[in-house]
C-alpha cells in the first residue's frame, strides 16, 4: 500500500482530467477495473457534471525576476481548476488570487474553484509575505471546457445479489493520507475479498471524485442503490496511525454500524466511533442523504479535518505508514468478514433445555471448569451454550456477541459444529 | 421586576380576600387581564371554593403588657385563615395555637388553616421560648364567611388557538421568591411575548392561588385544557440566584421538556434538570394529575422547600435580585422562542444527495474549511447542511438542535434562506 | 439454617441414589414434601435418566502399605458416578485416573462422570505428588445399574394458579456454600411463605438434581411451566457473606427480575446484578432456555464458580454463616413480599387533580412541610401523592417504587389507605 501511495503522489488529480485517468489505470494493474465516462453538462439530481479541466504549467515571475509557486514544483501551487492566464499586474492584484494558511506559514494549502470560473495560486504564508513590491508576470498554461468525468468501478460477486459498498476518491491532487491512503487500502481489500470462498454478498468497490462523484454514481444507480445496498463503507484518511474511527451511517444502529462497534471494541488499537454529522466528513454525507439513508458509514484512522496538515503541502507519503495502513486493511477485513459470518442464522431445532453434548463429542466427559480466573472466552463449550441459547429465531450471531464478549469467528464455529450434529437449523 | 417584588411584598395574600384582588389590580396596570370571580362554594372536583377571607388585626398581650405577634408588624403571624378570638387565657393553652421553627429560632415561619376552622399565630421560636408565664389577652381581628376566590388570566392571541399555559401563584403573603418573583416575570415575560411578531402559539397566562386556583381553573376549563394546550410552564420561586431548575412534565419527553433540556444545557448559568415529583412542588401537580397529564413542567431557580428561607419571613425581596429575575426571564423567553422557532416544519424538496449549494449563492465559492480548530458550530454552512440533511419529514429542528449542537436561532435561519432558495418546503 | 447444613454435609449425593433420599427425608422433616421417582431410561428431551448410582467404599493401598484417597475420610476422593475396580497397576497407569488442582495444591476437587462409565480418585496435588513409584492396590466399591432419580416437591396454594417458582439443587456431595446453603435457604424461605395470609401467588419449591432434574422436571411439567409461572428464582451458594447477586432471567426485564433491581438497591447488603449467561451458573440455564424462557432468575452471594473454594473439599460448613443465610433469606422473602403486594392494581377513580386529603382525615390540617432537609421518603403523604398520581391503569405499584424512591410498603400501605377512602378503585 505504501508503494502505491508513493507512486500515485506526484500526480495532479482533480474532479476530472488526465491525472484521474492515470490514477485508475494505476488501480486497474491490480484490480478487474471497469471505467464511466460522464460527458460534461450531465444533469446528475441538483448538480453538472463540469468540464474537464487539464493543468499544464503556471507560475508567477516576480520583479526580482525569481519564478514562485510554479506548478512543476508543487501541484498544489495552482488553484483548483483554475483557468489560464497570461500577463503583468502590480503584487496588489496579484494578492487577490494567492490563498495561504497564516497559521501554518510552511504550508501551502489545497484550494480549489470548482464552479466558478478563476484563477489563482496557493503557496505558503511564509513566501507570500516576502513577496517585494512591483511588477508580477502571470503565468498559467490549462485547458477547462467539454470533456468527461472518470471513475472506476470493481465487483466481485457473491451468492446473493446483496451488495457491500467499498467508496473511496480520487480526485486529491499530491496528497497522501487524504486520498491515495483510501485508495490503497481499498484496492488491497478488493484483493482480500477476492480471495474469500463462498461469499454471501456482493462487493462493489468504487473509486470516484469526491461530492460529484458519489452524487453522479448515485444518479446513475438510483434504484440499485436503494434495493441492493446491504451495507457499506467509505475508506479516507486511513494512512496515518491516528484512532481507527467508524464514524456512523446516518441511521446509526445498523448491521455495519453494529459490527464497527464489536470489531473495533476488540481491537488493540487505539479507536473511536462518532456519531454521523452531515457538515463534515467524505461521501457518506451523499450516501446518507435523507432520499438514500443507506448503511453506509466512515472508516478513518485520524479524521478529515482533524490533523494538521490536513488539506496542505504537509500531506506526504511521510505521513503514511505500513502500519497505519495495515491496521485500517485489518480493521475493514474483519468487519467484512463478520457481515459474512452473520448472513447465516441458525435456529435451534429444539429450543427446549440445553441439549446432551457430551453424547454428541461436543464436550469432553470429565472435566474441571469454573474455577476462579478460569478463561470463559477461549472455551468452545461457552461459545456452543450461547449459540444453544440464544439461536432461538430472534437473536443471529452478532446480536449474541454483543451479549456475550465470546467472539465473532468462535460463535461461528460453534454455530457450524451445533448445526452439524443436528442441533442448529439454518433459517 | 425587583421593583413590582418591592411594590407587591407588603400586601397580605391568601386563597382569597381583597389582598389578593390588590394584587392582581396591580399586576393588572401592565397586562391586560380579564378576572374571575368564583363563589365560595362552588364545587371544583373533588374540592369546594373556601369561604372568603378578610384578616384586619392580630395580637397577643402578655402579663407584661407588651404587644406580640401583631399582624400589622409582620403578616405573617397571623394564622392563614385564622378566624377571630378576643378572651383571655393561660399561656400553657396559649402555646398550643403558637407555631415556630426550632431549629430556625429568629424567623417566622408560614403557616396555614385552610380547611379546618381554627386560630393561631405563627412567631419565631426565640421569641415563643421567652413568653413569661401568665394571663394572655388574645385578639384576632378577622372576617371568614362566603365571598369569593379572584383570579387572573391574560391571553395573546397567536396565529393558531394551540395555546401556551404560563402559570403562577397569588396566595402567599409576605414572601418575596416564593411567589412575587413568579408574578414578576410572569408579567415581563407577558410584555415580550406581547411584542413577538407573528406568533404561531396562543399564550395564556394565569394568576391564581396555588393547588385550588390551578384546580378550580382546570375544572371550568377541563376540554379547552385537554384540548388546546401544547406545552406550559409553571413559574415559582425565580428570582433568587440558585441554579435554573427545569423539573420535567409528568410525560418527561414532551417538546417543552426538550427544549428545556436544550435551553438549558447551552445556558452559562448554572442549571439542572429534576424529574416529576408528584409529591412536591407547585400547580405542576395538578396539570400533571393523570386526568389532565399535560406538557407543564415548573421552571425555578431554587427548587421551593430547598431554600433556608422558604416558607418563612426570611423570603424577603433581599432574597431576590435583578440578576435571579433576568436569568429566570431570559430562559423562559428563549425556551417559548425554540417553541415557536420549531412550530415550523421543513421539508428536502428532491432529498437526493447534497443540493449544489454554490450556485444559489447559499456558500462562496473558493473557501478554506475544515482546518483543526475551526468552529463548525458558528458556520453559517454548517446549518445549513444539518437541515439539509435532517428536513426529512420525520425531524424537527428540535431534533436537528439536539443532534447537532448548532443553536436553534442558526439553524431555523438556515431553513429559512434554504426555502427561499427553493431546497425546502414548509409541510 | 447452619444446623441444617451440618446436617446434610457428610452425606455423599450424586444425581440419583441413596445420599439423595436421605438428603429429601430430612428436608421432609420441616417441608410438606412430595417426591417423584423417575426410573432410569426415561427420555427427557435430549436426555436420558442416568443409571442409579450406589458408591459404597474407595481406596488406593500403595507400595508403602498406606491407603490414600479414601471414600470414608472424603466422599469428594471418588470420582462421582465412578464403577468399580480392584485390581493392581503401576502409578503411571493409576496416575491416568487422578484428577488434581495444581493450583490449589490442599483442596480435593469435585470431580464427575455422569454420562460416560469410568473410574478415578480426586485428592489434593500436593498428595498426589508426593505418591511414591510402585504397584497400587485400587478398590472402588460401588453399583451403577437401573433405578431411579428422586426429586423433592412442595406447593403452598395462593389465591390464584399464577406460580412462583423456588429452585434449588440436591446433588452435589459434601460441599456447604455450593448445594446445602440453597437447600437450607429454601426451607425456611418455605415456612415463612406458608406463615404469609392470603397469597394471591402458589409456590412451588423444588429440590431437584441439578441439570437433569431440572430438565426432568421441565419435561413432566411443560406445559404448566409455560402457563403458570409468573415468576421464579434459583437458589444457589446463598450462605457466604460475597455480596448478594442476582442474576438476571434470559428476558431480564421480568417483573422478578425489577423486583430483584429493587430490592437490592435498597438493602444494606452490598449487592449487584449480573447479565443472563447461558454458559454459567445453575438451573436458571434449563428455564431460560429458548423453548421455555422463564421470568426466573438465580440468587446468590458468591457466584458458583468465583470463590476460591468453589466445587472442593474447602467449601465446608465453615465457609456458610448465619449472617450469610439470613441475609439471602430477608431478600428472597422481600422480593416475594414485593411481587405480593404489586399484585393489586389500583386506579383512580377520578383522575383529575388531586383530591382533598384533609376532609378525608389523610392529612393533619395544619402542618409545616418541605422545610430544607425533610425526609420526604418516611412521610405517609408523600407516598399518598405518589400513588394518587401514578395509579392511573397504566402504572402499577412496582413503577411508582422504580420512579419514587419510596419504599413498597409505604406505597401498599397508601394506596390501601386510599382505596378505603373511596379514592382508588382496584382494577
Known amino acids: 500500500m505504501q508503494a502505491l501511495v508513493e507512486r500515485l503522489y506526484p500526480i495532479c488529480r482533480s474532479l476530472t482530467g488526465p491525472g484521474n485517468r492515470q490514477t485508475l489505470a494505476i488501480i486497474g494493474e491490480s484490480v478487474d477495473l471497469a471505467l464511466t465516462e460522464l460527458p460534461s453538462g450531465t444533469e446528475v439530481f441538483d448538480w453538472v457534471i463540469p468540464d474537464e479541466w487539464t493543468p499544464r504549467s503556471a507560475e508567477i515571475v516576480g520583479p526580482d525576476g525569481v519564478a514562485r509557486a510554479r506548478f512543476k514544483d508543487h501541484n498544489l501551487h495552482l488553484l483548483g481548476c ?43 504564508d511564509r513566501e507570500k509575505r516576502a513577496l517585494p513590491p512591483g511588477r508580477y508576470r502571470v503565468t ?12 472506476g468501478e470493481a465487483v466481485l460477486p457473491g451468492r446473493t445479489d446483496r451488495e457491500v459498498l467499498i467508496s473511496t476518491y480520487v480526485c486529491h491532487p499530491s496528497m497522501a493520507n487524504d486520498n491515495l ?34 452524487i453522479a454514481w448515485l444518479a446513475l444507480n438510483q434504484d440499485h442503490a436503494k434495493q441492493k445496498i446491504a451495507a457499506g463503507m467509505v475508506l479516507s484518511c486511513v494512512g496515518d496511525e491516528g484512532p481507527l474511527t467508524w464514524k456512523l451511517s446516518r441511521r446509526g444502529d445498523t448491521e455495519i454500524d453494529r459490527i464497527a462497534r464489536l470489531v473495533l471494541a476488540r481491537s ?8 454521523f454529522l452531515p457538515a463534515k466528513g467524505s461521501d457518506e454525507r451523499q450516501f446518507g442523504s435523507p432520499g438514500f439513508n443507506l448503511p453506509v458509514g466512515l472508516l478513518s484512522r485520524s479524521v478529515p479535518g482533524e490533523f494538521r496538515s490536513y488539506h496542505t503541502s504537509g500531506d506526504t507519503p511521510d505521513l503514511v505508514t505500513a502500519e497505519g495502513h495495515a491496521g485500517s486493511l485489518k480493521t475493514a ?18 429450543p427446549h433445555c440445553e441439549p446432551m453434548l457430551s453424547n454428541k463429542r461436543l464436550i469432553q466427559s470429565v472435566s474441571i471448569r469454573n474455577r476462579p480466573g478460569y478463561d470463559m472466552t477461549a472455551d ?15 437473536h443471529d450471531l452478532l446480536d449474541i456477541a454483543e451479549l456475550s464478549d465470546v467472539p465473532m469467528p468462535a460463535l461461528a464455529s460453534a454455530a457450524q459444529r451445533a ?4 442441533l442448529l437449523t439454518i433459517v
Open 380 to 394: 468452545p463449550l461457552v461459545a456452543l451454550r450461547w449459540v444453544l441459547n440464544y439461536c432461538d429465531g430472534e
Open 181 to 214: 491512503s483510501g485508495i490503497a487500502v481499498a484496492a488491497a481489500l478488493y484483493r482480500l475479498v477476492a480471495s474469500m470462498p463462498d461469499r454471501h454478498y456482493s462487493y462493489r468497490f468504487i473509486w470516484i471524485p469526491e461530492t460529484i462523484g458519489a
Open 268 to 275: 488493540d488499537l487505539d479507536h473511536r466511533i462518532t456519531p
Open 333 to 350: 477485513y474483519e468487519m467484512i468478514a463478520t457481515l459474512e459470518s452473520n448472513s447465516i442464522r441458525y435456529k435451534r431445532i429444539d
Open 419 to 422: 448445526h452439524q450434529a443436528g
Open 140 to 151: 498559467i498554461d490549462t485547458t477547462l471546457e467539454p470533456g468527461s468525468m472518470t471513475f
Open 82 to 124: 483554475s483557468v489560464s492566464v497570461d500577463r503583468e499586474m502590480d503584487l496588489a492584484e496579484l494578492l487577490e488570487h494567492i490563498y495561504t494558511l497564516p497559521d501554518e506559514p510552511d504550508l501551502i494549502p489545497y484550494v480549489v474553484s470548482y464552479y466558478k470560473r478563476d484563477w489563482g495560486f496557493a503557496m505558503k
